[in-house]
């Protein structure tokens, strides 16, 4: 998975629409000079090449010196940037804000304090519409500044509700930011251990928690602080594996939203997430049923007319839906069916590539590589599990580390390549110590696999059924239930003892549990 290094200006206007480059080509013309003739034939050069190579641009456009492309990038990048900003003053919230702030900044400059007062307080109401506290203590120290700098004939009255306008935000933007501070320590923790290993972590995470939740109380709190609050209990389950309140505290997520629906619209990615957050935790959960009416709603929000969608908007989106598209198909058993729609996320990944980060990109190949094996096509499972094995930062979700590196052990059995078991057996041994997440159903597995080859055919159907019966009693134990999470050893060793197929046996156990599936 060697990611290029792609140049920032490049970045940028690969990912501008039509009508972004057809209003930078305007701007560019109303603010004409001869400068800005070479940084636009350098914009329409970048536009056009599908790799970023300063020699080859060089080439094509031989009036721009080597000396002169650092200047002509910086004041391209600058004036694209300028462009944006106009266009997007209308549609997004925080820069709608940001300009009433310069407006009255402009008017005080000018010495119209009283019309610097009469757009603040406009803006101040957006700020408090649209939950923009930082914005809107941002206005109230600058009505301050100008309160106490003039007189305005309102500062008998004013100076009392403007204190005490800027402690109550002040207290606020306090919680909020003990509350987004444990929200994203959290969040770390995730990303680079997965769930909660052993009693240790748990001990150690839930001590976190308590020690980092800051005092409140519920009925002051606005919707940032619940935001936050509802993002901390969401991680910290996630974490801790208690995916039925995953569920419920993302669900108060959605529903924080739904209550203030123009927050939908200042900040469509938190909603997206949220909803993202719910499906996590149903699919965890098994609930189907839920999983699907939600994962519709999810569907439904890309064509949703009030919600403005960016770039980044539409990549979220996207992003999710495919994931839990993907979880879908775990749910129903359906392997087969849905490898059909990998083709699709790998042309979005690759697409996107310069956008998305690693660790979602390193969650998309387990999940493929996973789809791919549920079907029984272990060409293809080995190739995707290759890209996550053969990435340079194994910290970055070391438990998908660990977990591809068993799948690939179970791929390459499967594909009769038993002269490399033992060498991959050792490799992964030494690595999930390395990583401290050798469990005892790992270790069962492990030298389960290793002896395997050597296995008489007339003993292998006991064999199978041997481990299968330790790895369920292991099971009654949470922390060595974590490996399920991420791989269904159970499903694939009764497949072996039935003689059916992987897939054949997760379908049927959904529709024992009282499900029907589409």
Not at 408 to 430: C, D, G, P, Q, S
Not at 443 to 448: A, Y
Not at 498 to 511: D, M, P, Y
């Amino acid at each position: 998975m060697a990611r290029q290094q792609t140049d920032h200006l490049y970045k940028l206007i690969k990912s501008l629409t039509k009508a972004e480059k057809r209003n930078f080509k305007l701007y560019v013309k109303r603010i004409g000079n001869n400068e800005n003739v070479k940084f636009l034939k350098l914009f329409n050069i970048i536009d056009k090449i599908s790799e970023y190579n300063e020699e080859d641009i060089l080439k094509k456009v031989p009036e721009i010196k080597p000396a002169q492309l650092p200047n002509l990038k910086a004041n391209l990048s600058k004036n694209l940037l300028i462009s944006l900003r106009l266009m997007a003053q209308q549609s997004d919230i925080e820069i709608m804000l940001r300009q009433q702030l310069d407006y009255a900044k402009i008017l005080y400059n000018k010495a119209l304090y009283r019309q610097s007062l009469i757009t603040l307080g406009k803006a101040k109401l957006l700020a408090q519409k649209y939950h923009r506290e930082l914005l809107y203590f941002e206005m109230i120290e600058f009505e301050k500044f100008i309160e106490s700098q003039f007189i305005t004939r309102s500062i008998d009255t004013k100076a009392d509700e403007l204190t005490d306008e800027s402690q109550a935000i002040n207290t606020r933007l306090t919680l909020s930011g003990s509350l987004s501070n444990l929200s994203i320590k959290l969040y770390g923790f995730y990303l680079k251990n997965g769930y909660a290993r052993n009693p240790e972590d748990q001990i150690n995470i839930t001590e976190y928690f308590h020690e980092n939740m800051p005092a409140f109380n519920f009925n002051q709190l606005g919707f940032m602080e619940k935001l936050y609050l509802y993002k901390s209990h969401v991680w910290y389950y996630l974490i801790i594996q208690d995916f039925l309140m995953v569920y419920r505290y993302s669900l108060k997520w959605v529903e924080l939203f739904k209550e203030n629906p123009d927050a939908i619209i200042a900040q469509p990615d938190l909603y997206i997430k949220g909803l993202s957050n719910m499906l996590d935790g149903l699919y965890l959960t098994g609930d189907y049923n839920r999983f699907n009416n939600v994962l519709k709603e999810l569907g439904k929000v890309k064509n949703s007319p009030k919600i403005p969608m960016t770039k980044n908007v539409e990549l979220l989106h996207y992003h999710h839906y495919y994931t839990h598209s993907i979880n879908k198909h775990f749910m129903e058993g359906n392997f087969t069916k849905g490898v059909s729609i990998i083709p699709r996320i790998v042309e979005f990944l690759e697409k996107n590539e310069i956008y998305i980060d690693n660790h979602n990109i390193l969650v998309f190949y387990y999940k493929i590589a996973c789809m791919y094996f549920g079907s029984g096509d272990h060409k293809n499972t080995a190739r995707y599990l290759n890209i996550v094995i053969n990435y340079k930062d194994v910290e970055l979700r070391s438990d998908i580390q660990c977990f591809s590196r068993m799948l690939n052990l179970i791929t390459h059995f499967e594909m009769n390549n038993f002269e490399l078991i033992e060498y991959l057996v050792k490799n992964t041994y030494r690595f999930l110590s390395k990583m401290k997440d050798l469990h005892r159903v790992q270790k069962e597995v492990l030298f389960f696999l290793r002896r395997l080859p050597a296995t008489p055919p007339d003993k292998l159907n006991d064999a199978f059924k041997a481990l299968l019966i330790k790895l369920k009693e292991l099971q009654k134990d949470p922390f060595e239930k974590r490996p399920s999470l991420y791989l269904d050893i159970i499903s694939w060793l009764e497949s072996k003892i039935s003689g059916v197929t992987v897939q054949e046996i997760i379908r049927a156990k959904r529709l024992k549990n009282g499900f029907e599936v589409d």
